[in-house]
């Protein structure tokens, strides 16, 4: 999403889902951090439309030091979606999807698609994150790893 609004066009970093409710985060730079004007005050009809459609406006010290599991995941999980998402074909998510409707370990889909690269495996589930289509409960408090357990309601 681009804000058109103000004087120079600014994209929301990420939109996430949280305990139902949408979120569109922000990753201010240092230049945003250390400027006079508040992000969200050179975006008041941004702010006024996210206020009245419950949309929540985070904003992500991107000072503090990344030690925040939760933020690593994440960092991991667009890094890899960026380089790998266009070897993932729909098929093979659809796949994975259906197989998710039971809680599976990253390890267990390995097993059930032998014939299927590893880490486009990995991606097809981390879309499927990403597009709000699964879960993974463990993303907050544990580093990813083959052994993370994923599912798709």
């Given at each position: 999403m681009v804000i058109e609004e103000g004087e120079k066009p600014r994209v929301v970093d990420f939109y996430v889902i949280k305990d139902g409710r949408e979120q569109l985060w922000f990753c201010p730079t240092k230049a945003e951090v250390e400027s006079?004007?508040?992000?969200l005050e050179r975006f008041p009809g941004f702010a006024y439309w996210c206020e009245h459609n419950n949309i929540d406006l985070m904003f992500v010290d991107m000072t503090e030091p990344v030690d925040?599991?939760?933020?690593?995941?994440?960092?991991?999980?667009?890094?890899?979606?960026?380089?790998?998402?266009?070897?993932v074909s729909a098929d093979l998510v659809s796949a994975i999807r259906s197989e998710l409707s039971?809680?599976?370990?990253?390890?267990?889909?390995?097993?059930?698609?032998?014939?299927?690269?590893?880490i486009v495996i990995k991606v097809g589930v981390f879309q499927l994150v990403h597009?709000?289509?699964?879960?993974g409960s463990e993303l907050g408090y544990l580093p990813i790893s083959?052994?993370?357990?994923?599912s798709a309601p």
């Open positions: 006079n004007q508040p992000l925040n599991v939760a933020r690593a995941n994440w960092g991991h999980i667009i890094r890899e979606l960026s380089a790998f998402r266009r070897y039971e809680p599976k370990r990253i390890a267990d889909l390995w097993r059930m698609f032998p014939t299927v690269d590893p597009q709000g289509l699964a879960t083959p052994a993370m357990t994923f």
